[in-house]
Structures are given as structure tokens and as C-alpha cells.
T-cell receptor, first 114, second 114 residues
Framework: DSGVTQTPKHLITATGQRVTLRCSPRSGDLSVYWYQQSLDQGLQFLIHYYNGEERAKGNILERFSAQQFPDLHSELNLSSLELGDSALYFC?????????????FGEGSRLTVL | AQSVTQPDIHITVSEGASLELRCNYSYGATPYLFWYVQSPGQGLQLLLKYFSGDTLVQGIKGFEAEFKRSQSSFNLRKPSVHWSDAAEYFCAVGPSGGYQKVTFGIGTKLQVIP
């Protein structure tokens, strides 16, 4: 158990809909990262938050947005969903913003868009 | 731009046999290198990392990896594979500036047969 909690574990929805994925980082970790894992593209970095502030954006679509709340949990909002958005979405946390440590991953939220 | 190549998408080994998973990277300076493992239905877990110093790095679960600058490689090895090692393995490369800049490979799925 990494200490990172993601909900829901599975989500099935229709094209055009909107969903929210939630992540609770490990206790004390200030950084939250979101990744998208698809079969053909591997693990793609989406966005990074540190202590409530956005620090970096990766390959995140404009239809997607995220935020980190004062209690440090984070939500990833996906809207106007398309079939191609079907993927496993991972949240990871770390104590700081520096990349020389370990990322702790949640078990992921599997999104299926029909 | 940095990149990671894991040339083997799928590898099958017999239990007790040795294992080597290949990873080649492209990066302009001395990289930070990582190997993560993803067991079925789980998030990614850090196996080992290389930042500097000894080029042979020991990790958890009996794994090791060797950084070879001349070959731009960071291959993962284990002398004797156990059935519980069946999982997907990801190599990753990045600078020291944070995980938002870390690039993950597409992964190698390891199957262990009796």
C-alpha cells in the first residue's frame, strides 16, 4: 500500500460526459502528479501541483483540468469525453518537487468512455 | 528531447532463470534514471534509481541495474526470477528538476512460467 488513494477505481461513462477523479496523497506529501496510461502511449505526465499551486503542465488537453485543495487532495476533471480518453489515470505524490526521490503511485482510476 | 526506449514489449522467462530488461535513453546530460514495477491492478512502485556514483545500483526485491553511459543504457537484471516477479516494468529518465520532466518508457511486460 503506497498510501495514495484514488477514487473511483473504475468508471464507465458516455462520450460528451464529464467525470471527476479524486486523489488523496500520502500523509505529509505536498506534491501531486497526474498521469495518463494508455496502451499505445505508455505513461504520460499530465499536471503537477505543489501545496495547492500548479507547478507544471504536460500533455494535458484543454478539456481536462485539475486542482489541489487546501487539505492537499487533488481532483482531475475530464469533460466532453471522447472515446480516446479511455485510459488508466494515475495519481502520484511525493514530499517535495524535486525529482531525485520516489514517486508514490495510487492504484489508478480506469476510465472507459463508450 | 529526452526519450526512453524499452525494446522488448513482452518477455517470458522460466522461474529460476536470470532476467535482463533493456532500457536505452536519450538525454543531453547526466540523467536521473529509474526503474518502476507495476503489478496487476496496482500502481507503480520504485525498484531502484540512479543519480550519480556507482554505476551498479541495487534495488528492492533482488533487482539491480547498471548505468552504461557509453551505451546510453540502464538495463535491469535479476539473477533468479520468481513467479511473483510477473509484472510490467517501466524505465524512466529525467533531470533533477522534478518528476514533471521525467519521461517513462512504454513498459516491458514480464511473464514467468513454471
Amino acid at each position: 500500500d503506497s498510501g495514495v488513494t484514488q477514487t473511483p477505481k473504475h468508471l464507465i461513462t458516455a462520450t460528451g460526459q464529464r467525470v471527476t477523479l479524486r486523489c488523496s496523497p500520502r500523509s505529509g506529501d505536498l506534491s501531486v502528479y497526474w498521469y495518463q496510461q494508455s496502451l499505445d502511449q505508455g505513461l504520460q505526465f499530465l499536471i503537477h501541483y505543489y501545496n495547492g499551486e500548479e507547478r507544471a503542465k504536460g500533455n494535458i488537453l484543454e478539456r481536462f483540468s485539475a486542482q489541489q485543495f487546501p487539505d492537499l487532495h487533488s481532483e482531475l476533471n475530464l469533460s466532453s469525453l471522447e472515446l480516446g480518453d479511455s485510459a488508466l489515470y494515475f495519481c502520484a505524490s511525493s514530499p517535495t518537487t524535486v525529482g531525485n526521490g520516489e514517486l508514490f503511485f495510487g492504484e489508478g482510476s480506469r476510465l472507459t468512455v463508450l | 528531447a529526452q526519450s526512453v526506449t524499452q525494446p522488448d514489449i513482452h518477455i517470458t522467462v522460466s522461474e529460476g532463470a536470470s532476467l535482463e530488461l533493456r532500457c536505452n535513453y536519450s538525454y543531453g546530460a547526466t540523467p536521473y534514471l529509474f526503474w518502476y514495477v507495476q503489478s496487476p491492478g496496482q500502481g507503480l512502485q520504485l525498484l531502484l534509481k540512479y543519480f550519480s556514483g556507482d554505476t551498479l545500483v541495487q534495488g528492492i526485491k533482488g533487482f539491480e541495474a547498471e548505468f552504461k553511459r557509453s551505451q546510453s543504457s540502464f538495463n535491469l537484471r535479476k539473477p533468479s526470477v520468481h513467479w511473483s516477479d510477473a509484472a510490467e516494468y517501466f524505465c524512466a529518465v529525467g533531470p533533477s528538476g522534478g518528476y514533471q520532466k521525467v519521461t517513462f518508457g512504454i513498459g516491458t511486460k514480464l511473464q514467468v512460467i513454471p
